[in-house]
């Protein structure tokens, strides 16, 4: 069966300080990978979503970055954090082909900016 | 570009009664659309899904929802509450991306309470 694995489970970074936060996904090959946020009262915003090796689609112009160095890897980075940043990060898989529909999520960052 | 709207960003329950949260879409193609649960601190869990088939679409934990083209409604129900729904529930539509991926588009979400 397929799990999705994220780390850290929790971070307080300062202002200014960067930011790496990984996801990890077994039990599949080729998944489409994405990155949402979580902010207070506002849902869920898809961040960046990845259909591939070094493939990264960025939805919102900001200062994070994401890259896929291997087929079941993700990670979401930023050189200098903003008290924006703040949220619950959530990371998702679906299968690629016909029929694919359903989005996996991840247990999720909670990411405090100090 | 699709979206959704659910009406009620708090729902409380007495135990054992009905629970309804309302989730209305938009979107110019078929939806293919979504409830996903979220309990505190964790990630998201898929409830259930309409992809086009069935128009009453059964789920986990003894929840359904009902897809109506002409009220674009996808209500979510659950005849008898318990206190382990307790949690935030979330509607959503799957919209192309490009690049042969989609993106799902969430609604703000509903928190339910379950009174004893």
């Known amino acids: 069966s397929q799990t999705i694995h994220q780390w850290p489970a929790t971070l307080v970074q300062p202002v200014g300080s960067p930011l790496s936060l990984e996801c990890t996904v077994e039990?599949?090959?080729?998944?489409?990978l994405y990155w949402y946020r979580q902010a207070a009262g506002r849902g869920l915003q898809l961040l960046f979503y990845?259909?591939?090796?070094?493939?990264i689609s960025s939805e919102v112009p900001q200062n994070l970055s994401a890259s896929r160095p291997q087929d079941r890897q993700f990670i979401l980075s930023s050189k200098k954090l903003l008290l924006s940043d703040s949220g619950f990060y959530l990371c998702?898989?679906?299968?690629?082909?016909?029929?694919?529909?359903?989005?996996?999520f991840g247990p999720g960052t909670r990411l405090t900016v100090l | 570009a699709q979206s959704v709207t659910q009406l009620g960003s708090h729902v409380s329950v007495s135990e054992g009664a009905l629970v309804l949260l309302r989730c209305n879409y938009s979107?110019?193609?078929?939806?293919?659309l979504f409830w996903y649960v979220q309990y505190p601190n964790q990630g998201l869990q898929l409830l259930l899904k309409?992809?086009?088939?069935?128009?009453l679409v059964k789920g986990i934990n003894g929840f359904e929802a009902e897809f109506k083209k002409s009220e674009t409604s996808f209500h979510l129900t659950k005849p008898s509450a318990h206190m382990s729904d307790a949690a935030e529930y979330f509607c959503?539509?799957?919209?192309?991306?490009?690049?042969?991926?989609?993106?799902?588009?969430f609604g703000k979400g509903t928190k339910l309470s379950v009174i004893p």
């Open positions: 039990g599949t090959s080729n998944p489409n």
């Open positions: 998702a898989w679906s299968a690629t082909g016909a029929g694919t529909d359903t989005q996996y």
């Open positions: 959503a539509v799957k919209e192309v991306a490009g690049a042969g991926s989609y993106q799902l588009t």
């Open positions: 309409y992809t086009s088939a069935a128009t």
């Open positions: 979107s110019s193609v078929p939806p293919y």
């Open positions: 990845s259909v591939g090796i070094g493939q």
